[in-house]
């Protein structure tokens, strides 16, 4: 059992009903093992650290009964920290969401649950697009990538982001806000996660 952890991207938002990549990199895990299910728990406009409103707790807070809880979990996938950057109060200071991952992680492992991690993709040209928001995200990033945080990770980033200007999405993956992925760009997530990460 896979349990995703995310927010409006892993949820779909501004892709075609259906397309989100959670949704397609289920089937492929059906696919190559039938007793693989996956749950996508995501909840949009959520961040991992702070709550964003009654009904849209943090990655933190839910980790327990939307993740841990779930019967038969092995793997969760914890992604979609770009809201804890973009939503005011912004958060521009990559040690404090690099702790709150090695926290979310340790109770995981106390659970004897995998986490896999995913960079963060650019939001370049998005309306709350800041410098200091990159900065983060770039070491973020950078902390993730060196593979002492998470028990794997898969790189979003490089697949997403435009190889002109890195800090856009690729054009033809852009839903048109600059910060969510549309059906193509949801379809290259899932291509790109090899399902042997999710099923150790």
């Excluded at 909840?43 to 991992?48: W, Y």
């Excluded at 806000?177 to 399902?195: E, F, K, M, R, Y």
Aim: hydrophobic fraction near 35%.
């Amino acid at each position: 059992m896979v349990v995703v952890i995310g927010a409006s991207v892993s949820g779909g938002y501004n892709a075609s009903p259906g397309a989100a990549w959670p949704t397609e990199l289920a089937n492929r895990l059906h696919h190559s093992d039938p007793s693989y299910q996956l749950v996508n728990a995501s909840i949009s406009a959520t961040r991992l650290l702070t709550d964003s409103g009654p009904t849209m707790p943090s990655s933190l807070t839910r980790e327990d009964k939307d993740a841990l809880a779930v019967p038969g979990v092995r793997t969760v996938i914890l992604t979609d920290l770009i809201n804890d950057i973009q939503q005011p109060p912004h958060q521009y200071d990559p040690a404090v969401i690099i702790a709150g991952l090695k926290s979310f992680i340790t109770r995981a492992h106390a659970k004897q649950v995998r986490v896999v991690g995913t960079t963060i993709p650019p939001y370049g040209g998005f309306e709350r697009y800041e410098p200091a928001g990159e900065r983060c995200r770039q070491a973020v990033n950078t902390a993730i990538r060196a593979g002492r945080l998470f028990d794997a990770f898969i790189d979003f980033d490089a697949t997403l982001k435009d190889p002109t200007t890195p800090t856009r999405l690729r054009p033809t993956y852009d839903s048109g806000d600059h910060l969510h992925p549309n059906t193509p760009g949801h379809q290259a997530i899932s291509q790109s996660i090899n399902p042997t990460l999710l099923t150790q």
